[in-house]
């Protein structure tokens, strides 16, 4: 009997002590709420709501480098427990260890965001008329070297070569309101250094791309208001597609094309579930419309070239994927939908939502980065490969930051069509 007691205590013990794990007897939201940094949140933010989530050293290894980008410092890969303290937008997430309860780090989101909340409204007029904000040629200088703004990843740094706009940069808009920006020639390293083929898919080996000539970029994503103004109002019933990413499973959709397809409803939001056959039908009776042949899809080069603006670092305005709800609509701000095109910070050169919101369409066909062209056109495909697969860049509204990198690519038929994809125009000079 004596035994039998001695053993329920011991086994009772045991269940103490992995209940109280490894936070020393406290539980993981106690630890939280004893930080410094979150008892003065705390203190200003009483209504706020703590969230903890145990990540095993397995998970940790995975997210390794996202989450060293998020503390802009490198992370040893253990068991760690994220804690959420949030208010509203305004949030704390705090990377604690698990065997020593010190917090690795803590990283304050939504503070300061400051975007426009009017979105540009396209204004189209009854006769065509080019317009430039500026006459004069644009002025370029050279740069000399960017050094990245984190240490924590390797990134390509041979730039120099690259013109940045410093004044007067030049804005071409068009008959339906469509606002182009003149992206200069010059040279970049494209892609991404780091070889990891699960999570970043042939954006390897860096390679290095000349723009031989100066051409326009779309200024913001094409608008709902901008493809119904040109597609007119003659529907076609089309085949449903589906996205195996979206919430809730795969999702079908019935579109109806020519009015406006688009899953999320709005003039100024970006137009979606268009498919790169549709873009090439958009593109031709734009191009009839204002009599020329200057209207087309950027090449994924051009893409990259004109979305880095002069940056190698992970995103065009940093290494730090905690600031990119300053500059883009992603999985963790847009509350699972599109948004009005530039509402957030623009990059280097004036373009609005390269990162996130909708991925964009570009003109070229799936290719490798070492079988791809260097002087910047698009790729036709690649020797020994019949998929007829096309690109996006930029990432969009549903998934993480690291979707939403300046060298993230994505590749889907021509003739799909998604809520989560949509395009931006580029244009001859």
């Not at 509350?335 to 369409?361: A, C, I, R, S």
């Not at 056109?377 to 490969?385: F, K, R």
């Amino acid at each position: 009997m004596v035994q039998y007691r001695i053993a329920i205590f011991i086994t009772a013990i045991v269940l103490i002590a992995l209940f109280s794990g490894c936070t020393g007897g406290q539980d993981i939201t106690t630890v939280t709420k004893n930080l410094p940094e979150i008892q003065q949140f705390l203190k200003e933010h009483p209504n706020a709501k703590i969230t903890t989530t145990y990540w095993s050293k397995e998970e940790i290894e995975k997210m390794a480098q996202e989450i060293s980008q998020q503390c802009d410092k490198p992370i040893t890969p253990v068991a760690m427990y994220k804690a959420i303290v949030s208010d509203g937008d305004l949030k704390i997430v705090s990377w604690i260890n698990e065997g020593n309860q010190k917090v690795i780090c803590s990283i304050t989101e939504g503070k300061g965001l400051q975007t426009n909340t009017s979105a540009p409204t396209p204004t189209a007029t009854p006769i065509y008329t080019p317009t430039l904000t500026d006459t004069m040629t644009p002025t370029f200088t050279p740069t000399s070297t960017v050094t990245p703004t984190s240490q924590t990843t390797p990134v390509a740094t041979t730039i120099s070569t690259i013109p940045v706009p410093v004044a007067d940069q030049k804005i071409f808009t068009n008959s339906i309101g469509i606002d182009f920006i003149l992206i200069p020639a010059g040279e970049f390293d494209m892609g991404w250094p780091i070889n990891d083929r699960d999570r970043f898919p042939m954006q390897w080996p860096v390679r290095r791309v000349k723009i031989s000539k100066v051409f326009y970029m779309g200024k913001y994503e094409v608008t709902q208001k901008q493809w119904r103004d040109i597609m007119g109002n003659n529907p076609s019933h089309v085949k449903p597609s589906f996205d195996e990413g979206a919430p809730g499973g795969i999702q079908w959709h019935e579109d109806i094309m020519g009015n406006n397809p688009s899953h999320f409803k709005g003039d100024d939001l970006p137009v979606e579930q268009v498919s790169w056959n549709d873009i090439q039908e958009f593109v031709k009776k734009l191009n009839e419309k204002e009599g020329t042949d200057k209207y087309r899809l950027p090449s994924e080069a051009e893409w990259e070239y004109a979305a880095r603006a002069g940056t190698t670092t992970i995103y065009s305005f940093g290494n730090n994927a905690s600031e990119l709800g300053d500059y883009g609509w992603y999985g963790g701000n847009s509350n699972y939908t599109t948004h009005p095109v530039g509402q957030k910070k623009p990059n280097p050169w004036g373009l609005y939502d390269v990162h996130g919101n909708v991925w964009e369409w570009v003109q070229d066909k799936i290719c490798n980065y070492d079988e791809a062209p260097s002087d910047g056109s698009a790729c036709t495909g690649m020797a020994n490969d019949t998929r007829d697969l096309r690109a996006e860049r930029g990432g969009h509204w549903q998934r993480g930051a690291d979707r939403s990198q300046s060298a993230s690519r994505r590749f889907d038929p021509p003739d799909g069509r998604y809520p989560v994809v949509g395009f931006r125009l580029a244009r001859d000079a």
